[in-house]
């Protein structure tokens, strides 16, 4: 697994481990001054050994340090497609009660939030994910069309679907900031006596009451959609 | 509601050609080369034990039984090899009732009991092409072997029918010769196949097919097949050894036939008639028949002379044949009824 | 892409005096993974069977790839069909089956049915009794998908299989549909892996078709209502499908969308695919047909039973 060390990195990997420093940042194992080291130093990591050689002394936080290229891991069973394939692999959760076609959606969001990938990518073949996933081929088409419509890919006839938009990134400094916030929010709430699940209602009804005063677009909608209704 | 683009694929011609008959043949082979080959080696096998014996036979035959009713005839040919030729004749009896079950019943049975039918008749040939191109070949296959093994049973046969010892006509050979075993044959395929489609299991189709085989077999021996042509009537006691004799009886003086008791009674009752012929002689002997005659009773005897033995034979091909295409059809009629 | 793969009005199964099917009426359109679903004795295979001409109905027709009569020639040319237990020549090998199949047929893709079993490791010379169940279903399926069908018809494929098995059955399955368009109608009994798979579901019950239609317009139309037990009786505003009560609270299937205003007090939630079927099969009586082939909406009016759609 750590055979492709000598491999360069791309922007979009040093992208990704700053986010990765900025977590280990809000959660208080780096000061601020290691942190702004590590992150100058990811800038100018040439290799993928250089970027490891960051997290040395951090723990795992479940997904990779630097993004693995696809060879049939991100947890899948059967294999991805070889040669110039999509960036990401799909996974399904049979029993979150989310419906598919929404999870493939959330895992496309999310690794643009991770970066993994970026404009231009191509998203993987239908028939790749129906091979892999066994799922409906009209669910993928479903999922891609729902990307489309929010705006974030476009389809070429003939090549694929590709990304054409990110979401709007915000800068390292000012995320890492929200986070240690919002982690301050959170321990006040706590002292007040609310559980996690009536955490998570509170900032759902907060959430929609916001976007709602916002004049929320289908897209935000759909972003909130699949969790926030089973809770009321 | 997004449906899947259909990518361009080769559009069906116009009017759907049929699928070749070749083609068909090779699946009929393949499914039964085994069964073909199981009834090969069976008459194979059966047919050097009658070429060995047949041999012995012939050369016995030609030494000791010329002329046929010599004593070293008797004790050289008749005598040693008798029982093994009746009982040669009683197990060829068996063989197309052997062929044809175990040919003919599985062929649907086995689909039907195993669901390949499920398989075979959803193809794009059909299920009537299918049945037709399984059936059709099977039963020229099955025939033209029993056709071509009867040369042989008829080569067997030939010292004994020279030696006087059975007549052509007699039911233990009838169905041995000439078209009858081809045809006996292609019977018992057909029975088989249509059991095999009715019952729907291969071994109690097997069995049905075998009683069937063995209940139409006997029937046509024991009653059927002396009326294919009404038979000669005459009051000549000395027919020749090739005639088929039916039954004899005798009448009163007032015409009427007499019954067995009554001719006992007649022949007791002279004890010098009795002295002469004993008490249990068959009574078509020459002296009953001499002594009854003499005393005012005429004899007769129905027989089919050993001429008719050609026409008997295309009659009793005939309608062998005519009841295996009826099974076959009405098997294949039951098929295309979708009955599943 | 408006054919419909299966046709059928008022269709009926009987034997000897036991009616399997009834008044079966259904336009299954082109281009779906259709799953038929119900319990045992439901008249799913009755129903397979009419579709691909091993049975003959004994009331009203069907027509299949569009207006073909099922078990026509043409009907047999377009539709592939994997019966339960895939039914294989045993003692025949896996080469020798495929050697069959492209007799039986007027069309078979040799390279594609050889490179398909090279790639599930199936050893061509094997006699096909010998290979694993997982092994057989997929040989069926490549028969099968090596006639190049528009229509793939598969009678519970997976029920006898390992979850790996079954799986990569699935995938085949799937793919062929992404792949070649071919359209798909399986019945199954594991509703949990309907929703992945299956975008037209028919829900069969006591041998007369309970739901029909499409699983995003079915879903749409069907809410989770949870509030007080004690109003729950007195809910009338929309049709209710099924009720589940506890002491205080109760929760009611109703057909009702999204936008249908909720009693105050109560919540609504979507509601799931597994969750509608369970809930339908616990009703004999209900019955949701949108009527497909006239293309009406399913008016939220229906009451309970439903009629059956002519």
Redesign the interface.
């Known amino acids: 697994m750590y055979s492709d060390q000598h491999l360069r990195v791309s922007d979009a990997e040093r992208e990704a481990v700053c986010a990765r420093l900025a977590e280990h940042f809000a959660a208080g194992r780096l000061d601020q001054a290691e942190f702004d080291d590590r992150v100058g130093r990811a800038m100018s990591a040439k290799t993928r050994a250089d970027l490891r050689g960051l997290f040395a002394d951090l723990p795992e936080t479940g997904a990779p340090a630097v993004p693995e290229l696809p060879r049939g891991g991100g947890g899948t069973p059967g294999d991805g497609p070889r040669g110039p394939g999509s960036p990401i692999e799909f996974r399904l959760d049979a029993a979150s009660g989310v419906p598919t076609y929404l999870q493939l959606v959330h895992q496309v969001e999310h690794a643009l939030r991770l970066g993994y990938l970026t404009l231009g990518d191509q998203l993987p073949k239908v028939r790749d994910v129906v091979a892999s996933l066994a799922i409906n081929?009209?669910t993928v088409?479903?999922a891609y069309?729902e990307l489309e419509t929010k705006g974030l890919t476009a389809g070429r006839p003939g090549q694929g679907t590709f990304i054409q938009a990110t979401l709007g990134q915000v800068a390292l400094p000012e995320l890492a900031g929200l986070r240690k916030s919002l982690l301050g929010w959170l321990g006040t709430a706590d002292a007040a006596g609310l559980d996690q699940d009536g955490i998570v209602a509170l900032f759902t009804s907060a959430l929609r009451d916001f976007y709602k005063r916002r004049g929320g677009t289908a897209e935000r909608r759909g972003a909130a959609g699949g969790g926030t209704e089973d809770v009321a | 509601?997004?449906?899947?683009?259909?990518?361009a694929?080769?559009e069906?011609h116009a009017g759907?050609?049929?699928?070749p008959w070749r083609?068909?043949a090779?699946?009929t082979w393949?499914?039964h080369r085994?069964a073909l080959g199981g009834v090969a080696a069976f008459l194979g096998a059966f047919a050097v034990y009658l070429w060995l014996s047949g041999l012995q036979m012939h050369h016995a035959e030609a030494a000791y039984c010329h002329p046929a009713s010599s004593l070293s005839c008797a004790i050289n040919f008749t005598g040693r090899y008798g029982e093994t030729a009746i009982i040669v004749s009683i197990a060829l009896q068996a063989v197309p009732a052997l062929i044809g079950a175990f040919a003919g019943a599985p062929v649907l049975a086995r689909e039907l009991e195993?669901?390949?039918?499920?398989?075979?008749?959803?193809?794009?040939?059909?299920r009537l092409r299918?049945t037709v191109g399984e059936l059709v070949p099977l039963a020229v296959a099955v025939t033209a072997v029993a056709g071509t093994f009867t040369v042989l049973i008829g080569w067997y046969n030939q010292p004994w029918v020279a030696a006087g010892y059975v007549t052509p006509f007699s039911a233990r050979v009838f169905d041995l010769l000439g078209f009858a075993f081809a045809a006996w044959t292609l019977a018992a395929f057909a029975i088989g196949v249509l059991a095999g489609m009715l019952i729907r299991r291969a071994v109690p189709a097997i069995a049905a097919t075998l009683a069937a085989y063995a209940a139409l077999a006997f029937a046509t021996a024991l009653w059927l097949r002396e009326h294919y042509i009404t038979p000669l009537v005459t009051h000549d006691p000395n027919l020749p050894g090739s005639a088929w004799i039916i039954s004899h009886w005798y009448t009163g003086h007032d015409g009427k036939p007499l019954s067995q008791a009554a001719i006992s009674q007649i022949l007791r009752a002279d004890h010098a008639a009795t002295n002469k012929i004993g008490p249990n002689t068959f009574q078509t002997s020459v002296n009953v028949v001499g002594y009854l005659t003499q005393h005012g009773y005429t004899f007769w005897v129905s027989y089919q002379p050993g001429s008719r033995f050609w026409p008997f034979q295309w009659i009793e091909g005939g309608w062998l044949l005519a009841l295996s295409v009826l099974l076959i059809a009405a098997t294949v009629w039951l098929v295309r009824?979708?009955?599943? | 892409?408006t054919m419909n793969i299966i046709e059928t009005s008022g269709l009926g199964k009987r034997y000897g005096s036991t009616w399997a099917l009834r008044e079966c009426t259904l336009a299954i359109?082109?281009?779906?993974v259709a799953a038929l679903v119900g319990p045992n004795g439901a008249g799913k295979t009755t129903l397979l069977?009419l579709a691909?001409?091993?049975?003959?109905p004994s009331a009203g027709g069907v027509t299949v790839l569009g207006d073909k009569p099922a078990?026509s020639?043409?009907a047999?040319?377009?539709?592939?069909?994997v019966?339960q237990?895939t039914?294989?020549?045993?003692?025949?090998s896996a080469a020798?089956m495929l050697?069959?199949?492209r007799?039986?047929?007027?069309?078979f893709d040799q390279r594609y049915a050889e490179s398909r079993l090279g790639e599930l490791g199936i050893p061509l010379n094997r006699k096909a009794g010998k290979l694993s169940g997982g092994q057989q279903a997929q040989l069926?399926l490549t028969?099968a998908l090596g006639?190049?069908p528009r229509l793939l018809v598969l009678d519970e494929p997976v029920a006898m299989l390992d979850p790996v098995a079954r799986h990569d059955f699935m995938a085949t399955v799937l793919t062929a549909?992404?792949?070649?368009?071919v359209s798909v109608l399986l019945s199954s009994h594991v509703l949990a892996e309907l929703e992945r798979v299956a975008?037209y579901l028919i829900l069969l019950s006591l041998g007369r078709v309970q739901v029909a239609g499409?699983v995003?317009?079915l879903l749409a139309c069907h809410r989770l209502l949870t509030g007080p037990a004690a109003e729950a009786d007195r809910y009338t505003e929309r049709p209710v499908v099924h009720a589940r009560r506890g002491q205080a609270q109760a929760h009611l299937l109703v057909r009702a969308g999204a936008d249908d205003p909720v009693p105050p007090g109560w919540e609504t939630h979507p509601v799931d695919l597994e969750e509608l079927v369970m809930a339908y099969l616990r009703e004999p009586g209900a019955a949701a047909l949108p009527g497909p082939a006239r293309g009406r909406a399913l008016p939220p009016e229906t009451g309970e039973p439903s009629e059956v759609t002519r």
């Open positions: 081929p009209n088409l479903k069309k | 509601m997004t449906a899947l683009t259909v990518p694929r080769p069906h759907l050609r049929p699928v083609r068909m090779w699946v393949r499914q085994a195993t669901g390949t039918f499920r398989y075979a008749w959803t193809q794009g040939i059909g299918w009824r979708r009955a599943a | 892409m359109p082109a281009g779906h069977n691909v001409g091993l049975a003959d078990g020639p043409a047999l040319d377009g539709i592939a069909f019966a237990d039914p294989l020549y045993k003692n025949l020798d050697h069959l199949t007799n039986l047929n007027r069309r069926a028969l006639r190049r549909a992404a792949d070649d368009g975008d499409e995003d317009g």
